[in-house]
């Protein structure tokens, strides 16, 4: 009688340890990276959820009023739309009727080309996309200088590598968009300036 139950005891112990130490899986440890179309997809949901065209489309009047002008999806503050007089204030932010220009403490910041034209990101690997976007850095050089309000980098810098792969994805399968957004202006050369900003 001891002989069987070792025996049974020594078998439910050998098969125990069999199972254990079998992976759960068969399957690859890594996940499959997605296709270029799926990452274009989830950046699109992504800009779009985001706000993105928010500021860096210009607008065009509709129904509900202003909306994304779909033939220049991103890119940014166009080069030669002249802006009205100047409001110097401190305690207000004002932007154009295109949402693509902003006045504040800070000075006249501009939405970016975010097209893959050499005048947007044309040029940008998915490195400096990242770094812009991480580290709020314009054109995302190290060097160069913070990203302006009110570009939300700072929650934005919270995306997940793949979501800002697939931004950056998306944003590279649109059309370029030959647009050289104007520098942005300090607040000390607007407290110089007069009348209007070109």
Known sequence: MKTKIFNVVLAVSLLSLTYCSEPASTASETPEKP??????????????????????????????GPEPD????????????????IIKTSDWLVMNNGFTAFVGPWGISYAANLSPD????????????????????SKG????????????????????????????????????????????????RIDNMTATIN
């Open 35 to 64: 296709s270029k179309e799926a990452l274009i997809a989830r950046g699109k949901y992504l800009t779009t959820i985001g706000g993105c065209n928010d500021c860096h489309s210009p607008k065009v009047m509709g129904p509900f």
């Open 70 to 85: 779909t033939t220049r999806l991103f890119s940014g503050h166009p080069k030669d739309e002249k802006l009205g007089p």
């Open 118 to 137: 050499d005048t947007g990101i044309g040029n940008w690997k998915l490195e400096q996309f990242v770094t812009a976007i991480r580290k709020g850095k």
């Open 141 to 188: 050089l190290e060097g160069n200088r913070d990203l302006l309000p009110p570009m939300p980098w700072p929650m934005y810098r919270h995306m997940t590598d793949e979501d800002l792969e697939a931004v950056f994805t998306y944003l590279k399968s649109l059309p370029p968009q030959n647009n050289l957004v104007p520098a942005p202006v300090s607040r000390e």
